[in-house]
């Protein structure tokens, strides 16, 4: 089994090639997109739902089957066709070009996988299973669904904003993590991103407080 190294790639406007226009295609395109991706469909035929997503201007979309050259520019690429043989060339042709391919029907063969995912906003939870069971990734990404409600979309953005201006403060090293780590017991209806400067020190004079509170027992 591969030691997968996981990594958040930065994928905003960065052209990426799923080849193959069916389930799975769809499945890695809704994906990109979430990521702000500028996504190219490579297929001679493309399931409803991709159709409606070129037809509004989200992708684009070549109705042939793949060409080499279809991946030039690519920052990652997906075989996902149902034809082994292409997969095989298309998994070949962005190795020789040093560009990351994703393999649908033979991870091993590509240079990455996907994780089942959980977003809260900033919050980015993935599971992977190394590609032995995607049933199981999927079964854990809906405990951690349960586990990780909506509101730690706030709380991720509010502990951002706080930590900013946290940082921009002239204290050591030391009682700026001790900060940062305090406020991870703030409760929720502390968390608000909508607040003037004034509000946000206030905040941080509480948490000086608690801290101050905790090593003087
Ligand atoms: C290696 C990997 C490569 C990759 O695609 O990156 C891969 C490979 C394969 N998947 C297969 C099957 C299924 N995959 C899903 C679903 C997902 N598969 C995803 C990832 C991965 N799948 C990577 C490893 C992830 C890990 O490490 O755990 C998810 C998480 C992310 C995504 O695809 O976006 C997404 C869930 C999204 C979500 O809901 O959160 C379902 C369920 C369904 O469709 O409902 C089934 C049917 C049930 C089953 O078989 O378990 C097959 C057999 C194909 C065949 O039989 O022909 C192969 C090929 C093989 O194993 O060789
Ligand atoms: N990695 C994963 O998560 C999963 C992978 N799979 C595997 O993924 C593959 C695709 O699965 P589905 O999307 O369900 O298949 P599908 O049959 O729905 O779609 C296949 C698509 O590939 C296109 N295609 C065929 N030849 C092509 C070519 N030469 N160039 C460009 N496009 C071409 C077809 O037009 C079709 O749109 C299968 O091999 C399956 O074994 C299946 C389930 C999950």
Not at 4 to 18: A, D, F, G, H, T
Not at 153 to 160: A, I, M, Q, R, V
Not at 168 to 175: L, N, T
Request: hydrophobic share 40%; proline share 3%; charged share 30%.
């Amino acid at each position: 089994m591969n030691r997968y190294y996981p990594i958040m790639l930065n994928v905003e406007e960065c052209k990426c090639v799923v080849v193959g226009g069916g389930s799975v295609a769809a499945r890695k395109v809704e994906g990109l997109l979430e990521s702000g991706a500028e996504v190219v469909v490579v297929s001679p035929a493309i399931s409803a739902g991709l159709r409606d997503l070129a037809n509004v201007g989200a992708i684009r979309v070549i109705e042939r089957e793949y060409l080499e050259q279809d991946i030039d520019g690519a920052q990652l690429v997906f075989a996902a066709t149902d034809q082994r043989t292409t997969n095989a060339k298309i998994a070949k042709d962005a190795r020789s070009r040093m560009i990351p391919v994703n393999v649908a029907d033979a991870a091993d063969t590509g240079s990455f996988i996907i994780p089942s995912i959980v977003r809260r906003g900033g919050l980015l939870l993935a599971v992977s299973t190394s590609g032995a069971s995607p049933a199981l990734s999927i079964r854990i990404k809906k405990e951690l669904e349960q586990r990780y409600g909506q509101e730690y979309e706030s709380y991720t953005k509010w502990l951002g904003n706080l930590r900013i201006r946290i940082n921009k403060m002239e204290i050591d090293e030391r009682k700026r993590r001790e900060l940062l780590r305090e406020a991870l017991d703030i409760p929720p209806d502390s968390w608000n991103n909508d607040q003037d400067e004034e509000a946000w020190e206030r905040q941080i004079a509480v948490l000086m407080q608690r801290l101050h509170g905790r090593d003087c027992t």
